[in-house]
């Protein structure tokens, strides 16, 4: 989605304020000033300081559950459909621990700057994030970050190991017409599947040997296959997703040239006022299904995905490949403008699908396809100085190929309605989208599709009041859905052919309680009416009761608890094999408030996060112990006390 208040770069909008100002570097200095932008943007931001939130350093989020490890699939809380037209695969259980193209930084740096991260945890959890950037020139720089998520889990068959790379790279000429924008991205997801322990009397079963929780069985997966070494990431059964992407941006402007004068000196300038620009997109997207054990849990595949065979192996596998062109015209109206601008361009995508597929029956087979699909895409953003009429438009329409007919139109609106008011923001949105490939049938996965699929349609209104004086937002979504496609089983699709609608209220607030303590409350409300095949909690909140401040001249100090909680409902369950989550309507999953305890502090530019997370889980009832845990899913219970300790370190090099 593109960002409110955005510009498409450029020298001409160096700062990314409203108007062009000039800024004399000394590389040469022994102080780092880091500023980044996105590809869509051109406002510049700075680091995030803050030590008061753990989840900004972890891909972990607070509004979605997982199944009970860090790095298994994952699914939000709050109400988020897929609004993207077009080509989709379907396959999001693990967009949390992935890089997006989107969210790569496009940086500017007065010295070399490292950032490195390392987090432990029970069970030899373990995270590793490595961020460098420098300039080779004052108008070239590269930024480099590299992740890794590897947690074997407490339960057997649950380890996930998940490694993320990418290079990004913005060259501007000297004479600041041209412009190239690079980046490179790899994300290999892999997290072994359990099919969730056989029984929730077994959590608290008084056979000592279950107070591992390895031992517990599981619907699938031998535990002798299983381990717990960090070193072994080998899969035996579970899921492989693997991507990756490349894209190249030119752009060449056409325009003036200015100048400012000043007591010492002449700071020339380019303005641009007319730009083309070309975009390069390749990708490939490869889904992969394993247990080289299948054979041993034939019953489970037959009964869940009507797989039966004499072969050892379950093997289902979906291969994409994606190029996209796109050819752009940029025109900015007013030249002292850059954050003003409209664009209009088009793309043409080319795809390729090689589905292969091992499921007991005999050899593999594989199919392959092609398509080629064509989009048009308008957009017109503006940002002005005063903050009254901060405005976008975007519309996007699929003309040619298997996607015709789909669209998306946007529009928001944001306002400065006083200093006291604070800001208001009201946006519109409308999609219209074939279903995610997968609900189709057409895949290797073995889904029971909808022959004539109807093309979804959401509607999204948004309304956001930002009071930054009383450090409070309080946000509105309504949706109004119509042809909504879903999982009901572990591999039958349907469609709902009806509306339905469904409210989302947000209030977030900071209180401060003392000169010291402060209180972070967020409080979200969904309502539901029609007949709407989803069952969300009524309500969810996040507390987070802390003391902060500043001990001594370079330790700063957040500590306190941090709790979570969200009503009783009838959580979606887990197809292991498909990757989907899906809509059950026979448990309620009643929880407990998930509680943590924290200490998080800063000495100059190193920090450090210690957690225990799950205290929610002590009971008396079986014996002292941290039995009583909740569940991310039907039979996918969550550990007990969870020990983390992150450390983050940014240096000038």
């Not at 040469?28 to 406002?43: G, H, N």
């Not at 339905?500 to 401060?512: A, E, H, Q, Y």
């Amino acid at each position: 989605m593109p960002r409110l208040g955005g510009g498409m770069g450029g020298a001409g909008s160096k700062g990314g304020n409203d108007s062009i100002k000039f800024e004399k570097r000394n590389f040469a200095d022994d102080s780092v000033t880091v500023r980044f932008r996105y590809l869509d943007t051109a406002k510049y931001s700075g680091f995030d300081s803050s030590i008061s939130d753990f989840y900004r350093k972890v891909p972990m989020k607070t509004d979605h559950i997982t199944l009970g490890n860090n790095g298994n699939a994952a699914r939000n809380l709050l109400y988020s459909p897929v609004l993207k037209p077009g080509w989709d695969p379907g396959f999001h259980a693990f967009d949390l621990y992935a890089f997006r193209l989107e969210d790569a930084r496009f940086m500017t740096t007065t010295k070399p700057y490292t950032e490195l991260g390392y987090l432990v945890g029970s069970k030899s959890e373990q995270q590793i994030n490595v961020l460098h950037t420098q300039n080779i020139r004052p108008n070239w720089n590269f930024v480099f970050e590299y992740r890794l998520v590897n947690s074997p889990g407490y339960f057997n068959s649950q380890n996930a190991n998940h490694k993320n790379l990418r290079f990004s790279t913005q060259y501007t000429s000297k004479d600041e017409r041209y412009n190239l924008f690079f980046v490179a991205m790899s994300n290999s997801l892999q997290s072994s599947e359990n099919g969730g322990i056989r029984n929730d009397s077994f959590l608290v079963n008084p056979n000592t040997a279950f107070n591992d929780r390895f031992n517990i069985p599981t619907k699938l997966s031998d535990s002798v296959f299983s381990t717990r070494n960090f070193f072994n990431v080998k899969l035996y059964t579970g899921s492989s997703y693997q991507e990756s992407q490349f894209l190249l941006r030119q752009q060449y402007d056409f325009g003036q040239k200015d100048s400012v004068v000043t007591d010492s000196s002449v700071h020339r300038y380019f303005i641009p006022r007319l730009r083309l620009e070309h975009t390069i997109r390749y990708g490939s997207n490869d889904f992969l299904y394993l247990d080289i054990q299948g054979k041993r849990d034939r019953a489970y595949y037959l009964e869940h995905y009507g797989i039966s065979g004499s072969s050892d192996t379950v093997d289902v596998h979906d291969s994409w490949r994606e190029l996209t062109n796109d050819f752009s015209i940029i025109q900015f109206p007013f030249a002292r403008n850059p954050l003003q601008f409209i664009k209009v361009g088009a793309s043409l995508q080319m795809l390729q699908v090689r589905n292969l597929a091992n499921d007991f029956s005999g050899p593999a087979q594989t199919i392959k396809s092609r398509s080629s699909n064509l989009f048009l895409h308008g957009e017109y953003r503006n940002r002005t100085r005063d903050k009254r009429w901060d405005m976008e438009l975007y519309g996007e329409f699929w003309t040619l190929g298997n996607y015709a007919g789909n669209y998306r139109a946007l529009a928001t609106l944001r306002t400065l309605l006083s200093k006291k008011l604070g800001y208001l923001e009201l946006g519109f949105e409308n999609v219209n989208r074939t279903p995610s490939y997968i609900y189709s049938g057409a895949s290797s996965f073995p889904v029971i599709g909808v022959a004539d699929l109807k093309k979804e349609n959401v509607t999204h209104l948004s309304g956001l009041l930002d009071i930054p004086a009383l450090q409070l937002k309080l946000s509105g979504h309504y949706y109004l859905t119509a042809n909504y496609t879903y999982f009901r089983d572990f591999n039958k699709v349907y469609q709902e052919t009806g509306l339905f609608n469904l409210l989302r209220l947000g209030v977030n607030k900071t209180f401060r309680v003392a000169r010291n303590w402060r209180w972070y409350s967020d409080l979200y409300l969904q309502l539901t009416a029609g007949n709407a095949p989803i069952h969300l909690p009524l309500m969810y909140t996040r507390n987070r009761f802390a003391f902060e401040g500043k001990l001594f001249t370079n330790l700063v100090l957040s500590t306190g608890v941090d709790t979570r909680y969200y009503t009783p409902y009838k959580g979606d369950d887990y197809s292991p094999v498909t990757g989907q989550f899906f809509y059950q309507n026979n448990e309620t999953l009643i929880i407990r408030p998930d509680i943590a305890a924290y200490v998080n502090f800063r000495i100059r530019s190193f920090t450090s996060y210690v957690r225990l997370e799950n205290l929610n889980s002590l009971t008396f009832k079986y014996g002292f112990g941290f039995k009583d845990v909740n569940h991310g899913a039907p039979l996918y219970p969550y550990p007990g006390m969870v020990f983390r300790l992150g450390v983050f370190w940014g240096f000038v090099n």
